[in-house]
């Protein structure tokens, strides 16, 4: 199974409403990334976990809140948006985040919109 | 991190025809990886290369790295309709601030 699920794959939400963002993947991976992509545009990094513990944070604002529950869950709390965060959220998985760069493996993202 | 450039922005062809998107680095790549991202779609993984002048081809498609390994292009011969899509490269290394490539957007005219 190389399946990375997101759940939903579409989201409407106002400025000042709290939703989060799914991810879910059963390959046995230990890294799991958050993306967010606008269009024409490519992948930004935004999160990076390695075996649960939270790695990177590419300098992502705090209305931006991710979580690991576990090896295969990845969720991404969203308060207090922008219209500016509207955009692709991608969720990916990689066996591990360290060393060689593997190759990750994307969910089919969650389109998000902000009113 | 450092982002590796990649040319052209856009190519459009005529189906049947050849198309090549390139990808360079100022710095030695430890590794480059390309994806592919169809309209409305995710990125998928194509190939990773990691040894200097590597070559390695999948069907109609054939990823080469630079005997520097500064640089990495892919090349599609007889482009069909299926081939539409954004093309990105992205390096690897020892961190994790992996960066991706702006991408090559291939349209094919049937």
């Known amino acids: 199974d190389t399946e990375v699920t997101q759940t939903p794959k579409h989201l409407v939400m106002g400025m000042t409403n709290k939703k989060s963002l799914k991810c879910e993947q059963h390959?046995?991976?230990?890294?799991m990334y958050w993306y967010k992509q606008k269009a024409k545009k490519p992948p930004e990094l935004m999160f990076v976990y390695s075996y649960e513990k939270l790695s990177i944070n590419e300098s992502v604002p705090s209305r931006f809140s991710p979580e690991c529950p576990n090896s295969s869950l990845l969720n991404l709390h969203l308060h207090a948006l922008q219209p500016e965060d509207s955009a692709l959220y991608l969720c990916?998985?990689?066996?591990?985040?360290?060393?060689?760069?593997?190759?990750?493996?994307f969910g089919p993202g969650t389109r998000l919109t902000v009113t | 991190g450092q982002q590796v450039m990649q040319i052209p922005q856009y190519q459009h062809v005529q189906e049947g025809e050849d198309f090549t998107t390139y990808c360079n680095s100022s710095t030695t790549l430890s590794n480059i990886q390309w994806y592919k991202q169809r309209p409305g779609g995710h990125p998928v993984f194509l190939i990773q290369?990691?040894?200097?002048?590597e070559v390695k081809k999948q069907k109609r498609l054939t990823f080469q790295f630079g005997e520097a390994k500064k640089n990495s292009s892919l090349h599609i011969t007889a482009t069909q309709t299926t081939d539409v899509g954004t093309y990105f490269c992205r390096r690897g290394g020892s961190n994790y601030k992996l960066t991706f490539g702006k991408g090559t957007l291939l349209t094919v005219n049937p």
């Open positions: 990916a998985s990689s066996h591990a985040a360290s060393g060689l760069a593997y190759e990750q493996y």
């Open positions: 390959m046995g991976h230990r890294a």
């Open positions: 290369l990691v040894k200097s002048g």
